[in-house]
Nanobody
Framework: QVQLVESGGGMVQAGGSLRLSCAAS???????????MGWYRQAPTKQRELVAV???????NYADSVKGRFTISRDNAKNTVYLQMVSLKPEDTAVYYC??????????????WGQGTQVTVSS
């Protein structure tokens, strides 16, 4: 099992910046089996969508809507993933969820989700 604690959401004006953090904890085996770490978001009346993901090797992928404005990074020593968001737009308003994927030979793939943190961008 992996537990995720998110922080860093809030309210900013358009053009502002925020940094989200998500710290993972759990058994040594669970932590060592973390593969992908990422961020998703869900706006009112919309489906949850991928924002950014980073692999254990540091490879990254971003939604087209955030490319050039958001940067995902991870600190493996702290088991933490970050999302630096700049030039925020009102359409970035959503609840942001941290996602961690573990992969083991015994249990296969397991997805874990944070509790969500609200990001509100005013125009």
């Amino acid at each position: 099992q992996v537990q995720l604690v998110e922080s860093g959401g809030g309210m900013v004006q358009a053009g502002g910046s925020l940094r989200l953090s998500c710290a993972a904890s759990g058994s040594i085996l669970s932590i060592k089996s973390i593969n992908h770490m990422g961020w998703y978001r869900q706006a009112p009346t919309k489906q949850r969508e991928l924002v950014a993901v980073i692999t254990s090797g540091g490879g990254t992928n971003y939604a087209d809507s955030v490319k050039g404005r958001f940067t995902i990074s991870r600190d493996n020593a702290k088991n933490t993933v970050y999302l630096q968001m700049v030039s925020l737009k009102p359409e970035d308003t959503a609840v942001y969820y941290c996602n961690v994927v573990t992969i083991t030979e015994i249990t296969g793939r397991n997805d874990y989700w944070g509790q969500g943190t609200q990001v509100t961008v005013s125009s």
